[in-house]
């Protein structure tokens, strides 16, 4: 089992100095708002992805009036002690180090400590735009294939290089479709990887989704997960093909695996128009425990999981399914966090699951 054992913050957002020891597998930390409980689940977060769940960037992480943060966490795996630090020096530089070996590149420590994050925002998902549903997709996957994550990386890289290609080509007005093929040639290796790793994982994952939601909601649904992509029609050297004069016309790339979405549908109706507020959220808690559940299953241990304010975002019935399923049977560390002290509590007591009880303030 993956066991994060303690956590020890220095100058982290609102903790000067502060230590925080784990002693069973569900911890709840509760406490007023603005105490500073969300921050201990990102603390935990930038121990599993080298970065926050919720700031792009790192300053932003560092105590007020402070330069330079430090965070780092023991855990234990299959018996061996695995201490991670994350350092962000006063220089704005950072370093990642498992078991006191510095990392060259952030990414190889990506997956190693799997790690999914529910958080009370997370409902944009359902309901904002495309991009945060293929980062999600791209986080399930990174974390389960390293070399996803190094495609996904030159993709991004190769990508820029080509937008940035097309507005000079518009600035100069010279075309140059010699280059634009050997960018093209590395767009496609990548792109192509990529495509085939999501299409190959949604029918699983979607299966998974829909356990989970009947589970949770109580009754089965029927919602499903489609993976929407051009190319599932065609290849990308073909739709690269077709829009490179559109392409050149509007000074970026308009096809590719950077435009791929997911589809949710609830008896083939779109879920975004048709769910109520309770069904999006029961959808929400679905895909994120189907990722942990596929990451549970592919790494033979299970994932941490981190569930910031949940109390806040189901009712009372399904709130307790999903309590019951996170914390007696996924068999994995369960981190809480909730406003009332009394409320965890009772709940844990009422489905006699021992908790660890954080009071923070
Ligand atoms: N860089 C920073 N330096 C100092 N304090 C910070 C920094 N970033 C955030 N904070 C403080 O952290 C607190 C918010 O913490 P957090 O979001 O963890 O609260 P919470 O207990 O989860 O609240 P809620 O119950 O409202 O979700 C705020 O008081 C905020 O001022």
Do not use: W
């Not at 359902?126 to 993709?155: C, K």
């Not at 399923?325 to 844990?348: I, W």
């Amino acid at each position: 089992m993956l066991f994060l054992q303690s956590l020890q913050l220095v100058q982290f957002k609102n903790y000067s100095h502060q230590t925080f020891r784990f002693e069973g597998p569900v911890t709840a930390i509760t406490g007023a708002n603005g105490i500073g409980k969300t921050n201990v689940l990102d603390a935990i977060h930038y121990l599993c992805f080298t970065k926050s769940y919720f700031q792009s960037g790192d300053g932003m992480n560092v105590q007020h009036g402070m330069q330079g943060f430090r965070i780092e966490g023991q855990f234990t795996l299959a018996g061996e002690a695995l201490p991670v630090s994350i350092v962000l020096r006063e220089t704005g530089k950072k370093e990642v180090s498992c078991n006191g070996s510095l990392y060259e590149k952030f990414s190889h420590h990506i997956g190693r400590f799997p790690c999914v994050m529910i958080a009370p925002d997370d409902v944009e998902l359902i309901i904002g735009g495309s991009e945060m549903r293929r980062s999600f997709l791209d986080t399930v996957l990174s974390q389960m294939d390293a070399v996803y994550l190094q495609q996904l990386i030159s993709y991004n890289k190769i990508l820029q290089q080509r937008n940035s290609f097309l507005k000079s080509c518009a600035q100069t007005q010279t075309r140059n479709n010699a280059l634009l093929d050997v960018l093209d040639e590395q767009l496609i290796a990548a792109g192509t990887y990529i495509f085939t790793k999501r299409n190959d994982f949604l029918p699983g994952f979607n299966e998974q989704v829909l356990q989970f939601y009947s589970s949770i909601a109580g009754k089965a649904e029927p919602v499903a997960v489609t993976y929407e992509s051009k190319l599932r029609e065609t290849s990308l050297e073909n739709l690269l093909q077709q829009c490179r004069e559109k392409d050149y016309q509007l000074q970026r790339s308009t096809t590719g695996v950077h435009r791929d979405d997911l589809y949710f549908s609830m008896n083939d109706e779109p879920f975004k128009q048709t769910a109520s507020q309770g069904q999006r959220k029961s959808l929400l808690f679905s895909l994120k425990l189907a990722e942990a559940e596929v990451l549970k299953q592919q790494k033979g241990f299970a994932p941490l999981l981190l569930l910031d304010d949940v109390f806040e975002k189901l009712d009372q019935e399904r709130m307790h399914n999903l309590l019951n399923y996170v914390c007696s049977q996924f068999g994995g560390q369960v981190f809480l966090t909730d406003t009332h002290p009394e409320r965890m509590k009772n709940a844990f007591a009422d489905m006699q699951i021992p908790l660890q009880l954080i009071e923070l303030g």
